[in-house]
């Protein structure tokens, strides 16, 4: 069983930094979780939910041009997590923060995590 466990959410000032970690658990990422396309979404109230930062399983790395330059998207191999690190937080950043993994056709899920930034 796939399991993605979010954390670091929580409540900033506009300006302000948060990092996110997304743990992973389960048979896919037993092996080869450098090459697991893995990535960061979120969803606003009355928005539809939309790609933030991802690793690709080229492997490359994909920004939302709302985001780039502020935030850093990494992983840690050998703890199965993957990072988001977003600097200069803005109101419009807010929203909940979803951690996705894809593996043969599969998509996984994450529960979200609230992160509302404070103008």
């Known amino acids: 069983q796939v399991q993605l466990v979010e954390s670091g959410g929580g409540l900033v000032q506009a300006g302000g930094s948060l990092r996110l970690s997304c743990a992973a658990s389960?048979?896919?990422?037993?092996?080869?979780?450098?090459?697991?396309?893995m990535g960061w979404y979120r969803q606003a109230p009355g928005k539809q939910r939309e790609l933030v930062a991802t690793?690709?399983?080229?492997?490359?790395?994909v920004y939302a041009d709302s985001v780039k330059g502020r935030f850093t998207i990494s992983r840690d191999n050998a703890k199965n997590t993957v990072y988001l690190q977003m600097n200069s937080l803005k109101p419009e950043d807010t929203a909940v923060y979803y951690c996705?993994?894809?593996?043969?056709?599969?998509?996984?899920w994450g529960q979200g995590t609230q992160v509302t930034v404070s103008s």
């Open positions: 389960g048979s896919i990422f037993s092996s080869s979780f450098s090459s697991k396309a």
């Open positions: 690793f690709t399983s080229i492997p490359s790395t």
């Open positions: 996705r993994a894809a593996n043969r056709g599969i998509v996984y």
